[in-house]
């Protein structure tokens, strides 16, 4: 399975970008899938989850209510959209998949697959 993100850039204070997620190999359509960020000089930060079905989400608290997780097995493509953009944003994305599900989730550990990441620059 190789995962690739893409979608990152400079964007404002405020703004919004949408990350993609492309996966392709064997399907993970029984896979978490999830995004993680690292900003330099950190460790990485669990943003967000979907489960394999896709009907359950769940995210940091700091991103609530700004960004939204969502997946398309058809297209085998796995989104992030981020609005209301904040500089502590700045930071390499990554998606991640991992085999079912486990209370783990917000666990870089616990996943499987990964992509190489995006960086996403927040700044005016």
């Known amino acids: 399975v190789q995962l690739q993100a893409s979608g990152g850039g400079l964007v404002q204070p405020g703004g919004s970008l949408r990350l993609s997620c492309a996966h392709s190999?064997?399907?993970?359509?029984?896979?978490?899938k999830a995004w993680f960020r690292r900003a330099p000089g950190k460790e990485h930060e669990w943003v967000a989850s979907?489960?394999?079905?896709?009907?359950?989400?769940y995210y940091e608290d700091s991103v609530k209510g700004r960004f939204t997780i969502s997946g398309d097995s058809a297209k085998k493509l796995v989104y992030l959209q981020m609005n209301s953009l904040k500089p502590e944003g700045t930071a390499v994305y990554y998606c991640?998949?991992?085999?079912?599900?486990?209370?783990?989730?917000?666990?870089?550990?616990?996943?499987?697959?990964w992509g190489q990441g995006t960086l996403v620059t927040v700044s005016s």
């Open positions: 991640a998949a991992a085999w079912g599900w486990s209370d783990s989730y917000r666990e870089h550990t616990w996943y499987d697959f």
């Open positions: 190999g064997f399907s993970l359509d029984f896979y978490a």
């Open positions: 979907i489960s394999s079905s896709g009907g359950n989400t």
